[in-house]
């Protein structure tokens, strides 16, 4: 289900609000506005459980020669992207870059093939040795929680789990409204209970390297 889909469906299952066409524009009515509120929430609360396998992706960056430091900017990612720092290649090797303090790197200036790596509190990447050419590092990654915003977005998590985010929605929002919504909350809390145990099964453990993926 896309983002418009989804609100009308938790209309639909709390018989709330009539179905609408659009989640955009001026005029939205008000239960509109706080049923797209309360699916954008719900679905970045499941986002936040864990490190799922949906959110996980592998890219690659070049290094600059005598450049030690690379910033999410650099790499390609935004603010809310993880970095896996134990899951850094060399394009061309197989094994892990080591993880190191990066303030161990402080005052040393050796320039030569990058082994090791770390992480400052910015999030930005500090290589050790110093890149002495351009070099193509494979990394892994888990994306940031993503925030649905117009009507065609659709949660990429499988389809066949969407309706999670739904009955999540509707307890959160039926907890709000006290003991005369309390029937509805106990049946989207189990229904959540449920959804969400077939996403654990569907999604956990997390997924195998991208060596086992590729090869």
Do not use: C
């Amino acid at each position: 289900m896309n983002y418009l889909q989804l609100v009308n469906d938790f209309f639909i299952e709390t018989d709330a609000h009539p179905v609408v066409t659009t989640l955009t524009g001026p005029t939205l009515e008000d239960d509109t506005e706080k049923a797209k509120v309360r699916i954008r929430d719900a679905w970045l609360e499941i986002q936040r459980k864990r490190n799922w396998n949906f959110r996980w992706a592998v890219d690659t960056f070049t290094t600059v020669a005598s450049q030690r430091i690379y910033t999410l900017t650099d790499l390609g990612r935004v603010a809310g992207d993880d970095i896996v720092l134990d899951e850094m290649y060399l394009q061309d090797g197989t094994i892990p870059f080591g993880v190191i303090d990066w303030r161990s790197t402080i005052g040393i200036y050796t320039q030569g093939t990058p082994l090791h790596v770390g992480e400052r509190p910015d999030e930005a990447l500090v290589l050790d040795p110093i890149p002495d050419a351009a070099y193509s590092i494979i990394y892994e990654y888990y994306r940031a929680p993503q925030v649905l915003v117009t009507d065609t977005d659709e949660p990429y998590m499988s389809p066949e789990f969407h309706k999670a985010i739904v009955w999540l929605a509707i307890k959160n929002y039926a907890r709000e409204q006290g003991n005369e919504w309390r029937s509805l909350y106990e049946q989207a809390r189990l229904e959540f209970a449920n959804a969400y145990t077939d996403i654990l099964n569907h999604y956990y453990p997390m997924l195998a390297t991208y060596r086992s993926l590729i090869s």
